[in-house]
């Protein structure tokens, strides 16, 4: 009898140890998920920016973070899945440039917070250029080969373009290229002080790196946009930690400015490192 009670202790005591054990290791792993991260992110210059900056800042607490390159109507269709593969976006411009996109699937989203007040586009030239409005386009057409150069077809700021190509009716083709194919082809022109109009906004780099001046747009085709942070539902809930930095994130135009030439000039990865170890207090105040 003495044996079977024994027998019985260590029998109950075995099981407790496997419950606990087991306990354990489920809330290591739902601790594991909470500190893993996907950020979705576009080809654009604030965009990889700010995402790699969220990377590299959050990877310093033990994060786990990985980065998705992807257009942004794919973005936006991607965090509205109920079991979507990505977390956040931190390049959402609303209420307008990115409106259609927010209405088919903003009921589906989170907004957490924004980033930066003020972001315009519109159509830009290099200074020296003697026009100053849209509306004076047509008549200098051919010393613009009758090309506005834009960026991919997915941007808010293309389809914005070609509204402005109907309103003001103009005879120029919208070439879709890519952003840092649209700074190339900013960069030669100014080399050679030939006549250029291009698809551009702010905040971006290539203010800082040349001097250009936005074509006034009198029929307002172009608006003034918040660049703000997207996330999936459940994000917060999942993972707060990871929440309430993102809700934090806030950068002025010359901090951004900022972050964008160290990434331009560095890399992503580096140039990311560089301004967080620079505004380490500035950037761990969002966690």
Known sequence: MKKMINLKKISGLLLAAAMVFGLGSCNSQKGNDALKVTI?????SEGIAMSHLAKVALEADSFEVELINLEPGLIFGELSKENSKGDVFLDAWLPHTHAPYWEDYGDDLVMMGKIFEGGTTGLVVPSYVAINSIEELNAHK????GEIIGIGSGAGIHAAT????????????????????MVASIQRAVRDESWIVATGWKP???????????????????????IGVVSRKGFEEDKPEAARFFKNFKLSEEQLYALMDAVDKNGEEA???????????LVDGWK
């Open 40 to 44: 979705l992110y576009p080809n654009w």
């Open 142 to 145: 051919e010393q613009f080969d």
């Open 162 to 181: 070609l509204r402005a190509i109907d309103e003001y009716e103009l005879d120029f083709e919208q070439i879709t290229s890519s952003g840092p194919a």
């Open 204 to 226: 971006h780099y290539k203010w800082a790196n040349f001097d250009l001046k936005y074509l006034e747009d009198p029929k307002g085709v172009y608006p003034t946009d918040y």
């Open 271 to 281: 140039g990311a490192k560089a301004w967080y170890k620079a505004n380490k207090a």
